[in-house]
């Protein structure tokens, strides 16, 4: 026996206008994101990052991978170990972002983003240099993946560093810790070369040089301390979180290798 299907009367008593917005509502939405998307899509292809993204974890992986894709054309040596390296990083610092990587990276080869255009929207979005730093380090740890920084590699670094408002000087720094690290992994039989290499990417770290005094070593390091401290980054992601802890271990190791010239 099939019985009768009953409505309660509130529900015959409903407005038709609130019935036609319940109804048109989720078909509005879906055609205002789905000609944004297409908005956005038409931009990737001129090569423009969209300026109206919102910041986030993805957006930011985006403007990350934009800038790597062209780092990775200049010098296309070691392609695949780089293209390997950008997915570690993202895979270590990027945890909770569920963005395609493989098909975002073959996107940005094709369409090669403007710089001004990415760097812009991570200037208005991240205030803090500091901040916008980790991604030259980022880059940088790219271009080193073959062992050296090209005339060419080095060109675009720098241009990135200037539209990100940075110092070159900044750009120097990173370049010699990652050459620092370079040399302290690699095994060379004068030890004594090695050591003093060691001396010098070290005093590049914390801006000043081997023949400077106690006193000033110091007082550069507790100035990149400061600037550096991952205290100073709770406020941000785990990403950029994780990278300041680093980069703060590196600091204190380079003024450790300056001290032992003092002792």
């Known amino acids: 026996m099939n019985l009768p299907l009953v409505y309660p009367d509130s529900l015959f008593d409903i407005p038709g206008y ?69 997915n570690s990083y993202f895979n270590r610092y990027f945890k909770r972002s569920n963005y395609d990587f493989s098909d975002s990276l073959s996107f940005s080869f094709n369409h090669p983003v403007k ?12 205030s803090d240099k500091i901040e916008r730093s980790h991604i030259i380090y980022f880059l940088v740890g790219i271009t080193m993946i073959d062992g050296k920084v090209s005339l060419q590699d080095k060109k675009l670094l720098a241009l990135i560093s200037i539209q990100l408002e940075l110092d070159l000087s900044d750009l120097e720094r990173i370049l010699a810790m990652y050459a620092s690290y370079q040399e302290n992994d690699a095994k060379t039989s004068n ?24 006193d000033e070593i110091k007082k550069a390091y507790r100035t990149m301390v400061k600037l550096h401290h991952p205290d100073k980054f709770q406020h941000t992601g785990p990403s950029q979180i994780k990278v300041a802890e680093e980069k703060f271990i590196q600091i204190q190791q380079a003024y450790e290798v300056l001290m032992e010239i003092h002792k």
């Open 115 to 126: 710089i001004e255009t990415v760097t812009t929207w991570l200037k208005k979005h991240i």
């Open 18 to 86: 609130v019935i036609a917005i319940i109804f048109f509502t989720p078909i509005v939405l879906g055609l205002f994101f789905l000609i944004r998307n297409k908005r956005f899509d038409k931009q990737w292809e001129a090569g423009i990052f969209p300026e109206k993204y919102k910041f986030n974890q993805d957006h930011l992986l985006e403007a990350y991978l934009s800038l790597a894709a062209l780092i990775i054309q200049v010098q296309k040596t070691e392609k695949g170990q780089k293209i390997v390296f950008v």
């Open 191 to 214: 030890k004594t070369h090695s050591k003093s290499n060691n001396h010098v990417q070290a005093a590049i770290i914390l801006g000043v040089t081997i023949e400077s005094s106690k």
